[in-house]
């Protein structure tokens, strides 16, 4: 059942108009540390984009570029096709027509709900200003709450009333930074899928920072997968899960086990046998990645001996972990609880073809 918070009324999101937000070969230093470097990442209009990857891969700079609130140290930023950061430009945060809501929300404690949404609209007289306020509290679901106090609220409302409050001025682009960390798990799925909804009413477009892939895949309609300052890769959750750049973007995406192999005769041979085919030349390293799931563990089928070694219940999966011959470290594999007996330990150890990923070797830069 969902929380009693998540099922109220809300009424329709206003309509911004959406603009294209495009970063060109932007880079940002902080004295001799390198931030960001050459990033080129363009957002659609209307399109919902995930800045994803590790703590300290420059997500949050870039977002705080795209603000206004830091200036890249090369590169610049246009706004539906007009630059609003360069060598030679720069646009104030507020002549931008982009909207930040930060990732602890940042309600002033000491005004009211509808005062804290209408905070961004002193362009407005106060009547105009309260009708648009209280219109952006009912596309939440908090019209109701108007003059309660931030701390009355729960963690999932508290992120609502940010969310209409970034939303009232209308802006043409809106930037999220990691915006439901701060949920327990629970809340934070409803929350997740009411925010994508409001934000496919307003139909503005959304830059959303996230260390986690599976959020992003949740939201993003793009994901880009940034390391280190550097874009890695960019694309639909489905191709950056599918065909990833290399084993570090794979590794973001999916539970590893990662072993070495080797190309002979067209096929890649480990010591789990043959698990791919490969174009390379006989005698090629390669860096095998296999998915947990696509690891299986039978008492008869064909495959490599192997022993589990460790065994935990997860709920509807079972995690363990498997030596086999030929390997130093051993392997891990999620299958559905009960499948395998809980005192078998000898087991036969096979590959879903499905759940191998190759890379050449020099690309391997977990």
Known sequence: MQPAEAVRTRTSAGVSIAASLAFENVGHRVGSTEILRDISIEAQPGEVLCLLGPSGSGKTTLLRIAAGIERPTSGRLLLGGREICGPNTFVTPEKRGVGLMFQDFALFPHMTILDNVRFGLSALKAAAAKREAMAALGRVG????????????????????????????????????????????????????????????????????????????????????????????????????????????????????????????????????????????????????????GLRLNERDSGVHGRIVARRFLGGVDLMTVAVEGLDQPLRSRMRAGLVPENQRDVVVSIDPQDVIVFEKTNDDR
Not at 206 to 211: E, G, K, L, N, P
């Open 142 to 293: 908090l019209d109701h709450a108007a003059d309660n106090y931030p701390h009355m609220l729960s963690g999932g409302e508290q992120q609502r009333v940010a969310l209409a409050r970034a939303l009232t001025p209308r802006p043409s682009v809106l930037l999220m930074d990691e915006p439901f960390s701060g949920l327990d798990s629970r809340l934070k799925d409803v929350v997740r899928t009411d925010t994508l909804q409001i934000l496919r009413e307003a139909r503005a477009t959304a830059i959303i920072v996230t260390h986690d892939a599976e959020e992003a895949m949740r939201l993003g309609d793009r994901i880009a997968l940034i390391k280190d300052g550097r874009l890695v890769q960019i694309g639909t959750g489905a191709e950056l899960y599918g065909r990833p750049a290399n084993l570090f973007a794979a590794g973001f995406f999916s539970e590893l086990n990662v072993i070495a192999g080797e190309v002979r005769g067209g096929r890649v041979v480990t010591p789990l046998g043959p698990v791919a085919d490969s174009p390379s030349s006989d005698g090629s390293p390669v860096t095998v990645a296999l998915r947990l799931s």
